[in-house]
Structures are given as C-alpha cells and as structure tokens.
C-alpha cells in the first residue's frame, strides 16, 4: 500500500477529509520549502503538493506563474526541488509528497542523467506521486507502470469539461487520488460553485474508484468545509502563495500554518 493510499485510508477510516497544501517549491525563498512542508504538517495538511517550477506553465494562474519565476529566479528545478523532498524526509516518514508539474523538467531531467533517472532519483529522496499537468492518461501507461513499479502514484487532473470517455482513460491509469480542477480555466481564478462540484463528483466516482480531491477556487476555510462535505480530500495553492509572497523568511511559516490550522478545524468540524 502506497502512503498515499494509506493516508487516504486512515483519514477514511476517522471519517475525515484530506488537507492537500501547494506551494511552489523554493518559493518565497530558495531554502525555505523543507522547513514549510513541516509547518504544514504540523498543521493539520496530510499530503503536500510541491509544484515544480517551469518557464512555460500553461494551467498556472498569475499568482502560481509570479511564484514559479521567483522560483526559477533563485536556480530552483527538478533536481533541487528532489533534495528539498530528501531533506524533509530525515524527519518525516509518513506523510506523502507529490510534485505536479509539467513534462519538460521530467523529460529533460532524463536526459541528462539518463533514461528512467527521474523515476529513480524521485523514489529514492521519498516522493510518493506525481502530477504531470500535460501529460494525457492515453499516453503514459508506461509512465504510470514505471512510477507504480517504484511505489508511486500517477495523479491526473479532472475537469468541468471532463467527458465520461476521458475520465475513463484516467481510471485506468491513475493511482493515488484524482484531482478534480473544480473551474474552468486556470488556478486561482474566480468563484466556486459548491453546487456544481456536488453534481460532478458521482459523475466522476462512477469511473474512478480512487479518492477525489478538489482544489482551484477554494480560498478560505468555509469553501473547504462546504467542499468537504461531498470531496475526499480538499486542496488549496494560490491563497497560500498569496499569503507568504512578500513575508519576511522568519514569517512564513508561521503564516501559512496559521492559515492552514483554520482549514482543518473547519474541515473536521
């Protein structure tokens, strides 16, 4: 069983809803992220999303764009980003830790180290999933087998657009949990509409038989307890992102778990 899938099933079991966090790996400063992770965790998060900087990120808002060029600014990339998992592992075996990001840094990566390497080096620091935004499910079967043959899952992102065929080809690839962009568009932008992510979520459990997240759009903790009512697992990035952005060093931690302790509470309410 893969953390991720035993976290999932513990928290189940409580009959509690998973706290997912994003940040930008090395954002708002190169060697903050580790220490950040376990702020999280302290506060309540039971899987970190660690976002992967890219110069071109096609799904990203405004305020995951700013926070991955910061990031590219201080000579953040895949390779820093699987030392800043290995670092956080020395005092945390337990909760999982998924990169999201795009295709390019992973392909490029097993260029220059060698076929396979990202698989291997990903594994060995202690990720336990990866989601790769364009990556579609009907061309990474190979992909998903390598990750799951190294104890990993394959993460896919669903959509309002999402047609049954589609969430189809993503059952039959992922592993872990599905995350389910709840607007159309990119991260961070507009409203929620509880309503119609209620109406989606059968939709979507009729196909796949893994944990549902929701994330894009949920700023504050009665979004997330609303959320959590119908979700398994509630996820938020860019009001975090917001919150640490112009923070001194010593402030961002403290911010951002203070933030994330309001989530909890709501969502175990």
Not at 101 to 119: C, L, M, W
Not at 148 to 162: E, G, N, Q
Request: net charge negative.
């Amino acid at each position: 069983m893969s953390r991720i899938e035993k976290t999932f099933t513990d928290l189940q079991a409580q009959g509690r809803k998973a706290l997912i966090p994003f940040v930008t790996a090395g954002f708002p400063y190169a060697d903050i992220t580790p220490d950040l992770m376990h702020g999280m965790v302290e506060s309540g998060a039971d899987v970190i999303e660690l976002g992967v900087p890219f110069s071109d990120p096609s799904a990203d808002g405004p305020v995951i764009q700013k926070a991955g060029d910061r990031a590219l600014a201080l000579g953040i990339g895949l390779s820093q980003v699987i030392e800043m998992v290995k670092t956080f592992r020395q005092r945390n075996a337990t909760t999982p830790v998924v990169l999201m990001g795009y295709a390019n840094p992973i392909e490029r990566y097993d260029q220059k180290h060698g076929t396979g390497s990202f698989v291997r080096d990903a594994s060995v620091a202690g990720v336990d999933g990866v989601l790769v935004v364009d990556y579609p499910p009907e061309e990474c079967e190979e992909f998903a087998a390598a990750l799951r043959a190294a104890h990993m899952d394959l993460i896919f992102l669903l959509a309002p657009t999402s047609t049954d065929e589609r969430m189809a080809q993503v059952a039959r690839v992922a592993s872990g949990y599905v995350y389910y962009v709840s607007l159309k568009g990119v991260t961070g932008a507009g409203t929620l509409d509880v309503g119609q992510v209620e109406a989606m979520l059968p939709r979507i459990r009729a196909h796949v038989n893994v944990p549902v997240g929701v994330g894009f759009g949920i700023r504050d903790a009665e979004t997330a307890k609303a959320i959590g009512k119908t979700a398994d697992a509630v996820v938020i990035g860019s009001k975090i992102i917001q919150l640490i952005e112009n923070e001194p060093f010593e402030k961002v931690v403290p911010v951002a778990a203070h933030f994330l302790r309001g989530i909890r509470k709501a969502l175990d309410a």
